[in-house]
């Protein structure tokens, strides 16, 4: 193996530091076992390359406790996981990663994943490899997964809380496929008063994953800012690191290079001030070429779309680190709202 020269084997987990709830632990537990046992003589250790931190940690986890011969199985292995996210106190929270294990977290991490609503606007599919949104699970059983972990209210803990907000992000992620769609009919049949109403509802979508989003720090663009501005001694070095902060989650560079969004992330403040705006942009715009009678310029709403994302990058605007909503009651607010679209 690798002509008996040292080696060790990594789990390559995310690409970018995209937010998608991904992996499968039953594949990684198999090749791990693998690796132990044909790995030959020269296979030195375990690690992890992965592009982003703070995403499906508890993959990393698994790996490394496979490093000392953890003699579980992967049901045991995630049960123990969950007490520690508040199990322990609570078996709603044991039978959420029990499900997460056997029906979400069933597809390895690809490069260019994205819920929708962080991908560029279009009336179909989206604009680039980097933000491909399809999941391969029912959204219904995430969102089931999300209610029945709601149901340990009184637990508050990091995990815990970490879990909620992320859960709830993508499950209201996924759900933005559907408004999208919905829109997209109203057009196709040139249905003014249904796209209004479908706009609305991708806004007020937007609106409120930002706010479960900047409940917490791990899903903050303003910590993820202030702690790039850290590293600069003068005003002008600061502005210089938020500059390249902005970008490397936006346009990665200069305008439409083809790694546009390639770092996208389910965080407070950049769902708002990015993503939102230009959905909404793209809506408004849709919306009055068909009231007009036109069809729209998808040619000059690219243009325009890719001078607001550059102008973005330069933009000061300050973000709050965190915005002191409880999380908790903020995801069971939102999951009496949105209720009505699973059921």
């Known amino acids: ?32 076992e693998k690796l132990f046992v044909e790995g ?24 490394f406790d496979q490093a000392w011969e953890y003699p579980l199985t992967t049901d045991q292995w995630i049960q123990n996981w969950a007490k520690c996210r508040g ?75 970490f879990d909620v907000i992320n859960v709830g992000r993508q499950v209201l992620g996924n759900l933005f496929s559907s408004f999208r769609d919905h829109f997209t009919q109203c057009y196709s049949e040139k249905d003014i008063d249904g796209m209004k109403k479908w706009a609305d509802q991708m806004d007020a979508l937007l609106i409120d994953t930002d706010r ?37 989650l936006t346009v990665w560079g200069q305008k439409a290079t083809q790694l546009n969004d390639y770092a996208n992330r389910g965080w407070g403040g950049l769902t708002y001030s990015y993503y939102r705006e230009r ?29 607001f994302e550059y102008e973005w990058t330069l933009s000061k605007e300050h973000h709050p680190i965190i915005s002191g909503e409880n999380p908790i009651l903020l995801a069971k607010t939102l999951s009496e709202k949105y209720m009505q679209y699973f059921y």
Request: hydrophobic letters at 35%; glycine letters at 8%.
């Open 1 to 32: 193996m690798y002509y008996g020269k040292p080696y060790m084997w990594c789990y390559l987990g995310n690409f970018g530091g995209n937010s998608m709830m991904v992996g499968n632990l039953d594949d990684v537990d198999v090749k791990i």
């Open 40 to 63: 030959g003589e020269n296979v030195y250790g375990l690690g992890a390359t992965l592009e982003g931190f703070d995403v499906n940690p508890f993959m990393y986890e698994f790996v």
């Open 87 to 161: 199990g322990n106190q609570d078996r709603h929270i044991l039978k959420a990663w029990d499900s997460l294990h056997k029906k979400i977290y069933k597809k390895y991490a690809t490069a260019g994943q994205a819920v929708l609503m962080n991908a560029r606007p279009m009336l179909v599919g989206t604009d680039s490899w980097n933000t491909y949104p399809d999941i391969t699970y029912n959204n219904r059983d995430l969102w089931d997964i999300w209610t029945e972990m709601l149901k340990a209210s009184h637990i508050n803990n990091t995990g815990y809380r």
């Open 212 to 248: 479960l989003l900047s409940c917490e720090t791990n899903f903050s663009i303003g910590k993820w800012i202030d702690d790039a501005r850290s590293f600069g001694k003068t005003e002008a070095e600061k502005e210089y690191y938020e500059e390249n902060a902005r970008c490397i």
């Open 279 to 307: 959905w909404k942009r793209f809506t408004t715009e849709v919306i009055t070429a068909s009231s007009s009678g036109q069809k729209f310029d998808e040619k000059q709403f690219y243009q325009s779309i890719t001078d």
